[in-house]
């Protein structure tokens, strides 16, 4: 009985041990999203940032985390570009929390007359467009994309020793119509007109 106890004692030691318990770790990637056009000025605008975090085991599997951060923030801009036209945040840009993998989204700015409410992604991509003293003036088009970086596993390709990224295009040519929308109500006051 004795020896059953000293066996079950120095199991519970060695498992509590500095030496057998590898705090998990977390790194990160920077997510940014925005649209372009070359009115404006400068020629992109910062549409929102996605924090991101991978965790794993320990250091040596630090590019491991990243490389699952990466994959959160992609699984988020992909999952909010699908949403645009329901005008919500995704559940896959709200999983950050504590040590785990995940993504949050942060929209650049609050931008309260927003027709459909801060969290729509289309109406930050027309507002940007049409409502800034550079605004659009009558149709156009504007490009959305989203771009990552950081460190090893945070994209696919290398821009320097240790700098990576990844990213796409999500919409080569977003047309808006910014005299339509601003007529709306987009940037403001809807314009009374005798249409």
Known sequence: M??????????CLAAFSPLAVQADITRGCNVVIFSSNSNFVPTHRTLAEIKTQGSCRNKSEANKCRSRAYNAGKSCVNDL????????????????????TGARLVWNGIIAQLPNGNNSLKDRIEFESCCRADRLQGSDTVHVKWVATGDKGCGPSRSGNKS?????????????????????GLCGTPTRTNK
């Open 2 to 11: 004795n020896h059953i106890l000293s066996a079950s004692l120095g199991l």
């Open 81 to 100: 570009w699908a949403a645009r036209w329901t005008h919500s945040v995704p559940l896959s840009c709200k999983t950050l929390s504590g040590g785990r």
């Open 164 to 184: 990576f990224f990844g990213g796409s295009t999500f919409e080569a040519e977003y047309g808006v119509n910014c005299t339509s929308l601003r007529e709306a």
